[in-house]
């Protein structure tokens, strides 16, 4: 082997290494954020990275807590919003129709894009 | 290998620029512009990836709300409700446009779907949330159910007048969300907009591709998980739109049965196919939706069928045994995410 042929596949190896780490997701593209929706303006926006909180108002209250969130109570009639669950992932929301409250998870780049119900 | 080593530097330079600028352009700093609204009953979100759509959000939304405006069987002053009050009536170009469309479904899927369902709709106490619901007698069910054809519908093309038999009424809800899904996705591609999401409840147009070029990921809701957002399985799609019908949106239980919204025309009780959750891909949301329940009440056998007839749609079924069928087109992009559900 010559000198040039060990520099081509030292530089191919980095070219690799570089798109490896190009295309490879980057830390802030996952990060996952909280957001909370009334009436389409937005009233809460934190990132879900393991801080504990709630966010409340009058008619709804909400917990982030060990990287889930939920709907811990709500004033609404047909309590659909208390009764849907957890979310931890990027793509998910909770929504209290009666309310107009919406609490979504976001990231750039995110793994869901959306969901079909 | 016979490459010069000056030549190998120019190469792996230019592979260092054109990394460099692929890899750290505008999708590791992504522009959008996304609002929500609460309208059609339900939320609806509008994202272009891109800065500055603000107004094409706007005219979609407007649009969205003249929609619901002339369909809406709530709203005593809809085109529809007065149809619905007097047995016959001039429809405006898109209730006369969509009323068609669901006709022609109804006519695809001998009743399967029906715009003509709402006699039971309102028999079961689907049409207000805050009816009190139970099952009805026999009779009952019988009287409502034979108020139910869409054959009976006369409509006039020339003169966009629609006559309904006396007793009969039009329900456009399981067709007038994926007309505005149409209509806001048309508003999106005359303004060039190349990469959005639009989500009308749970309708969703994938409008273009990611910013990144790839398909977007969209998940279909797990019909038996507890949590509304847990998925069964991830779509790949590009310039599609997909609508779903399950059991799990709609229903109420009474002695441990679960009734549910989608109603058999021919029984007059929630349809009882064994399918539990109905997905439709197509380019038209507006057929999807209308097919989604067609495919729902259908069953798996009658609801491949219909499908794999159809130019562009595709479609992917659960059955209460948690199994998934899909046409051939969809298969490839379909990521199953849940152990529970095996696809056949």
Same mark, same amino acid.
């Given at each position: ?8 596949? !030292?530089? &191919? &190896? ?11 997701? *980057? ?31 009058? *008619?709804?209250? !909400? ?19 208390? *009764? ?34 | 290998?016979? =490459?010069?080593?000056?030549?190998? =530097? ?10 460099? #600028? ?8 992504? %522009? ?5 609204? $609460? ?8 994202? #272009? ?13 407007? /649009? ?12 005593? +002053?809809? %085109? ?45 106490? $689907? +049409? ?54 149409? %209509?806001?996705?048309? =508003? $999106? ?31 279909? /809701?797990?019909? /038996? ?43 007059? /009780? ?7 959750? #109905? ?40 059955? +209460? ?10 298969? %490839? ?12």
């Amino acid at each position: 082997m010559k000198k040039g042929d060990l520099l081509i596949i !030292v530089l &191919l &190896l980095a070219a690799a290494a570089l798109f490896w780490w190009a295309f490879s997701p *980057h830390a802030a593209e996952g990060d996952v954020y909280v957001v909370i929706q009334k009436d389409g303006e937005q009233v809460f926006r934190e990132p879900l990275d393991g801080t504990d909180t709630k966010w409340t108002d009058a *008619h709804n209250r !909400v917990v982030v807590k060990d990287g889930r969130v939920w709907m811990e109570w709500s004033d609404c009639a047909n309590q659909i919003c208390v *009764h849907s669950g957890t979310i931890g992932e990027a793509g998910q929301q909770i929504v209290c129709l009666p309310n107009r409250l919406i609490v979504r998870l976001e990231a750039v780049n995110a793994a869901l894009d959306g969901i079909t119900y | 290998m016979r =490459i010069g080593v000056k030549k190998a =530097i120019v190469l792996f330079a230019a592979l260092a620029c054109a990394v460099a #600028a692929a890899g750290c352009g505008p999708q590791a700093d992504e %522009e959008k512009t996304s609002q929500t609204r $609460f309208t059609l009953d339900t939320v609806v979100t509008l994202t #272009a990836y891109q800065s500055g759509a603000e107004d094409t959000l706007s005219s979609a939304f407007a /649009r969205i709300a003249q929609i619901e405006d002339e369909m809406s069987v709530l709203k005593p +002053d809809s %085109e529809i409700a007065r149809l619905n009050a007097k047995g016959t009536a001039k429809l405006t170009e898109d209730v006369c446009f969509v009323l068609k469309k669901g006709l022609d479904v109804a006519a695809l899927s001998s009743g399967a779907f029906d715009p003509t369902v709402l006699p039971l709709i309102r028999l079961w106490g $689907f +049409d207000d949330e805050t009816k009190e619901k139970k099952v009805p007698s026999a009779d009952q069910t019988e009287k409502a159910r034979a108020l139910v054809d869409y054959k009976k519908v006369e409509l006039n093309a020339q003169t966009d007048t629609a006559v309904l038999p006396k007793g009969m009424g039009v329900d456009l809800g399981g067709i007038a969300k994926g007309y505005a899904a149409d %209509e806001a996705w048309r =508003i $999106f591609r005359e303004a060039g907009v190349r990469s959005a999401i639009l989500d009308l409840g749970g309708n969703i147009v994938a409008v273009g591709s990611r910013a990144d070029g790839k398909p977007w990921r969209i998940g279909i /809701r797990d019909p /038996r998980a507890q949590s509304d957002s847990a998925y069964y399985a991830v779509l790949s799609l590009s310039d599609e739109a997909v609508v779903t019908s399950g059991d799990y949106e709609r229903y109420f239980v009474e002695d441990g049965v679960r009734y549910h919204h989608i109603f058999d025309t021919k029984t007059g /009780r929630p349809a009882q196919s064994g399918v539990i959750s #109905a997905t439709i891909v197509a380019k038209d949301s507006t057929m999807a939706d209308a097919l989604s329940t067609a495919v729902f009440v259908l069953g798996v056998d009658k609801g491949l069928a219909l499908i794999a007839s159809m130019e562009d749609t595709e479609a992917l079924i659960v059955t +209460d045994d948690k199994k998934v069928f899909a046409t051939s087109g969809i298969r %490839e992009r379909v990521e199953m995410v849940s152990s529970e559900y095996t696809m056949q």
